[in-house]
């Protein structure tokens, strides 16, 4: 079950001992089973459990026979411990206790059997009572963690006006409930394992069977088996073992925090992938243009869908070119701007002692300096830094001479268009990107953003997201999927999954068009 | 391992290429900051009897040009939003090089919207700068070339206000003109097109200064071969447009039948479409322009009834006015011997076999050739009055009809 170790191990110990290694922890020793002896079994514990201050075992006598239980301190429910395991083991009275029988006695805990020292260790670490009969080779786990986590909350990344306000929390088993909230049907699948050696953190592959690809089930489980890592307690962690191209500045997977955007996207085909303990899960297949999706575009009437995306496209190609443009066509191509134009902006530069690719590239700085101040500080002084860098630094640079007011105005425009950008990962890379562009900018004018602009679409072609291209449905081309893509059409007229994901069953909306039934009004009333 | 490498030598190789490549493409040296140019917006051209050309360019100054730079920029009229720099040369491209050695900062070439030609100039040929012209990359297709009968450095000096930028109000002039008549709008594309055609007789605008120095549209400057012959007034240049195709919006004012009290009668014609037939006749050639022409009532005389009757003879009046302003301006360019209504190019698309025949002795055939013009005006709307507001007045009482009962 877990994986063999492949560096050692370099925590020290804090007693001065000299530091044990992973395979002087012998891991292998997890398949052999649970000793039948208590001497034998503390023997094991005093080597497997020391120094862990959270590890609680109590013996009790029932009728007789000795019982051991063992827990992790923190992360038990001890009411229930209490009242669903130490009470009902009071009540019992039959003598030569069977395991079973304890089995029986505590129904108001989940239990199952374990066998090995492995099983011993991961339920004790999944925050689950192990108990321990002796004189019997099994031992019962009695599910009744209550690891700490927060309640479930507003989605803070991706927040709608309209549409559910649940977000995901770090606990997978509620956000798999949030999952099962919105598809009630058994044909939701959610296949487990476990990652990371010393985590032991739990990976969950969901999809819906029937209709997402069982190859794409199949590749998603085969990448995430080959893991052998220490932790894996985050997604991103999780996208970069993962995915397709590892170079890429542009996310292959997409991430979200929403049960809702998992569930429409689990229903066109997709597969969702979720680690316990963190707050977000992937989405496999992601294409470029899902990441220029809100959920809110769901929300609200198509037609306003369409020009929020229209306006979307515009400010991610702007937060890429913009910069760069301005350098180009003030450093080299004058003659493409408007008479008028080219005044007001020679008349803006004038006696500024930078050249327009070093300005650009100083106030891209300062903005990113800015932009991670923000995030970084408390979100009341990130708000009060943000705004006394952008308008005192800005105004007074602009009022010192070194930079001009359509630099502040164009480098401003392209931090508020990446704003506008839904997907936080994908803004990210068009924050790297615009510094090439400008690069280029500055060295060939629009040569040069013209040839960075084709390198840059040739990379994004050849980019694929567990086999499906990056770039789809644009490229290669397909005509059905169109309709959830540059715009939304109305949801009578998208009938079928995106043609580009090959799901099983292909149609999802069979609903008539509205309004063209020949039922007349009398027809209604009479009926 | 052995394959990741050979991939990552290969994107590294290629990744190498594209950045020396880009590097020496155009490399930074073409680089040219905005604030390190002399931008032109016009040129003048006028003769220089010492060394050949005098060249005058009307170069921004951008910290005085109005509303840019913050709003810091003075607009009280201290500083003016161009400076006129001159230079000469034994050609323009000459005198354009020398300008650079005089002013600091590169002559910028590539806004440049006018190029003005004196007069004296003008008459001995402004083919002369047409080769540059049309071979410097810097220069755009559709910058105006214009006419004047003045020196050109003066025009480019005169304040075209309230546009601070002398050029920009002149080319602005040009095409609120050009919107009634096209003829008007003289690009460097349109006046190449003429020159290079079988009547081989651009037309530019001609702008002159008025009294109070300021320029207008003084009408339109016709070549022979590219040297100035005439110039024609705006009622010619309305005949002139008549002949060459359509027209918008163009007012014509007719006379009042008993007393002229100083206000007549305005056609404005909506839009007008020419047609052109050629025939030849023994010795020389027939063409037949007809005339389509759509029109509104601008004014009407005093104390005039409008009926049909009324409305067929002002029709028929504005049909007569253009005839006549047709035939006037052919008048004029067959005494000058020139062929700015494109007859020549108009008989060369649709006789190619007959022109080639008379090409060689066009020059002695256009003054010859006799005009036949069919027109037709049709009013179609009367505006938003019927009659003039006199015609209501009772003669006897002065009081008008149907006030007071």
Known sequence: MFARFRRSDQASSPSGRKPRTASDLNISESDEPIPDRPESMHRWLDTEWARCIDFQMRDIEVCGTRITLFWLRGIVDLLRLETGIMQPLESVSKRRLQLRDLASVLHTVIVREISTLGEFNAAVTDGQVVLRMWGTSHALVLEVSDPPGRPIDKPENEPTLEGPQEAFVEHIQLNLALIRK??????????????????????????????????LVAEAKRRIQKISIDSLNDINKLRELIGDAPFTLFPVTDETERPDRVTSNLLQGRIAIMVDGAPNCLLVPAQFIHFLVAADDYYVHYTLTIFLRMLRHLAYWSSLFLPALYVALSSYNQDLLPTPLLITVAAQHRGIPFPSILEALVMLTIFEVLREAGTRLPRAVGQSVSIVGTLVVGDSAVRAGLVSPGMVIVIASTGVASFALPAYGFVNSSRLIQFAFVLAAGLGGLVGVLLLALILITHLVSLRSFGVPYMAPGAPFEWADMKDMFIRAPWFAMRRRPKHLEPIDSVNNRTPVPGKSKASSWDLSES | MKAFRIRWWQRTRALMVVGVGSVLLTGCYDIQEVDNMNLVLAIGVDEDRARGVNVTAEIVNPASVPSSGGGESSTSGERRA????????????????????????????????????????AKHGVERAFDYLERDRAFRRNQLFLATPERASDVLSASAEPEALNALGIRELVEQTSRQLPIVQSEQQQVMKEYLSPSQAPVMASIALNDSQHPVVQGIAVFRAGHLVDTLSIREMQGLGWMLGRTRQVAIRLPCRDKENGTGTTIRLLDSDTRFDSEPVPGGLRVRLTVHARAEIGQLCPYEQLDEQKLAQLNQMASAYIGQSMQLVLNKLQRDDVDACQFGRRVFMQHPAYWRRISASWPTIFPKVQMDCQVKVQTIRTNLAFSAPESTVSRSSAVPSGVGR
């Open chain 1, 182 to 215: 919105r598809i009630r049907s058994p044909r939701l699948k959610v296949e487990s394992m476990r990652v990371g050696t010393y985590s032991h953190s739990t990976v969950c592959v969901v999809y819906v069977e029937g209709v997402a690809k069982p190859t």
């Open chain 2, 82 to 121: 161009t400076l006129i720099r001159q230079a000469t040369g034994v050609s323009i491209e000459d005198a354009i090089g020398n300008l650079e050695r005089e002013v600091p900062h590169s002559v910028y070439l590539a806004q440049n919207m006018l190029v003005v030609f004196g007069q004296s100039y």
